[in-house]
């Protein structure tokens, strides 16, 4: 499969599934799918509650799905659907990063389409992860 055919793939994914998220709060609906090292697409959407600290952002929702499905995952690609393009909060980079591969790309999107693909590590160069621990 191209890497076209598979940015097309996520994309699709995020794209439904975002049509599910519950933000009655922020109006800010959020879609995203990522991409597994074994090459399993799963997708989430952003999930809002009246209690703010409740809320689960569609890029940890789609880990966390892929987690509840096959257990231990890498993660090769997230792809995050936003309108306006807006790059993944702190806590989900810090969620990323615990999944994350040296490659893991991150593909910021609109409803039209990707807009920019940068590398995980521009977001967080020194992420406290698993060799952050003793």
Wanted: hydrophobic residues 40%; glycine residues 8%.
């Amino acid at each position: 499969m191209s890497e076209k055919d598979l940015i097309d793939q996520l994309f699709q994914a995020a794209l439904e599934t975002r049509k599910n998220s519950y933000s009655p709060y922020s109006k800010f609906a959020v879609g995203a799918a990522i991409l597994t090292s074994d090459g399993k697409i799963y997708s989430g959407c952003n999930v809002e509650n009246a209690s703010y600290g409740g809320a689960v952002c569609a890029e940890r929702n789609a880990i966390f799905r892929g987690v509840v499905t096959q257990g231990e995952i890498g993660v090769e690609k997230v792809l995050v659907i936003t309108e306006p393009v807006a790059v993944p909060c702190g806590f989900c980079l810090q969620v990323i990063s615990e999944f994350a591969t040296d490659k893991t790309e991150i593909i910021l999107c609109d409803p039209t389409g990707p807009k920019r693909t940068l590398p995980f590590l521009d977001f967080m160069p020194h992420p406290f992860d698993k060799a952050s621990l003793p």
